[in-house]
């Protein structure tokens, strides 16, 4: 008979109910860490129209130099009532010195991406390095984003894209508050 396998303890520093400590190389990033909450529009020349959205932007972080990011988004008719879900996004910020980021986020529609940039004083500007599809996904060749911490305490976001043989160009923006510090 052999023994049971025994888990070393759980320490209370990595226990999932703890807040540990940002990583230092988070900090051009503390900032933007807890849950945003607000309205953006977006179109695209292959769209009918331009739309409104609801958007909620969460930004977490285990102690270890990555954020945790998730985004999701509600299309909204001309009253601000939801219609029904539309974007959603997660993924992971690897953040490098000097205030280097590497973002890896990946959507249901089957997109995964890569993206480099800078994070410094409030913003962060990412730029495709690579994007990989799926078979049935549609095309998405670049995209651009830009996150600002303003003074009024929101954050904004931007996010140029290049897809179905179009250039770069504008396709949504946003303007969130927080609405806890996670």
Known sequence: MSEPVRKPPFPDALRADAAPAPHALLGPLIGFLGTWAGRGRGGYPTLDEDFSYAQEVTFRHDGRPFLHYEARAWLLDADDVPLRPSARESGWWRVQPEGRVEALI????????????????????LTTHQVASAPTAKEVSATHRRYTLTDEGTLTYVHDLAAVGRPLQHHLSARLRREDRG
Do not use: K
């Open 106 to 125: 990946t959507q249901p529609t089957g997109i995964a991406e890569i993206l480099v940039g800078h994070a410094a004083d409030g913003v962060v500007d």
